[in-house]
């Protein structure tokens, strides 16, 4: 799979006038339409390289990749990982609790250290929201947003979306409920930035508690009781109930969450029989989803996401070694 043969393939040089039209991917809000649908065609172009055995390219032979996270991770830094090492890019992945960061040098410094010994791309997870943009605005390498506080995780929205169009195939209309905790959760906001704007109905429900009142005005429907919102859903995503950036109690017990807002078998026998069920994971098993669901249910697409992970990252890095300047 080489460079002339990608861009010849899916016509991007003549969309973008061989240039795509941004440094960095800091959120999904700031994407239109005509640039997601591009993503997920790249994307299913190296989905399908993916699976095949030798499937290495050397797209970005000479590039260096730089994961530098705040917060811990499983899937979103080894898909990066993964990724940049098929398209042949050079990784470095820095432990924070052995960096110079431990001594107290702040994220534009480390960020301008790691410029200057020629990274091309900094992957960035930071628990402050924000963190990206500031970063973005300092450096001319390429900033990826693997997550920042409260505020938006593009590139699992991305891959979100490019599973959801994998089963569904059009989103005009198509119903997607989004549960739990909606306060907290970044995946959360940058599924509705993108799926708003390919023309999906959203719905959020969770207790009112971690229900953010403003949630409505990125045109999304609210739901508190969930077997009310399950009925009208095409696409479940359940979301990870973030103890860890809650420092008080949202709801009475978690005994009580699980009576009202975890997916089980037989919530989902209320729902459309083909309703896909999503989560972004790492999951808490058996708060916001039962085991059945995840093991039994034929159409839990988990696993599904996280490969998928790969495709989208994979095509990210290609766009953005594209970029304008
Ligand atoms: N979905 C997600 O961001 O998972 P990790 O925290 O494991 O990267």
Known sequence: MGSKNINELLNIDKIYNGCFPCKDLLGLELLDKRTLQTILRVAAYFKQALVKPNH???ILDGKTLITLFY?????????????AKKLSADVINIAIN??????????????????????DYIILRHYFSGAPNILAKYLTTSIINAGDGEHEHPTQGLLDLYTIYEYKKDFSNLKVLLVGDILHSRVAKSNI????????????????????CYIKNLGVKVY????????????????????????????????EYVKLYQLTKQRLLLANPNVLVMHPGPMNRG???????????????????VTN???????????????RC
């Open 309 to 323: 992970g790969i495709a989208i990252r994979m095509a990210i890095l290609y766009l953005l070694n594209k970029r």
């Open 98 to 119: 052995t960096s110079s960061i431990t001594k107290g040098e702040n994220l534009i410094d480390t960020g301008k250290t790691l410029e200057a010994m020629k990274a």
């Open 71 to 83: 917060e811990p991770s499983t899937r979103t830094r080894i898909s990066f990982e993964l990724a």
């Open 193 to 212: 930035w993108a799926l708003t704007k390919m023309g999906a109905q959203v719905s959020v429900v969770g207790p009112p508690t971690l229900v953010p």
């Open 224 to 255: 508190y009781n969930f077997d009310e919102a399950i009925i009208q859903a095409d696409v479940i995503n359940m979301l990870r109930i973030q103890f860890e950036r809650q420092q008080e109690n949202f709801f009475p017990s978690i005994r």
């Open 287 to 305: 708060i916001e989803i039962s085991s059945d669901v995840i093991e039994e249910y034929h159409n839990t697409v988990v696993n599904k996401q």
């Open 56 to 58: 290495k390219s050397s």
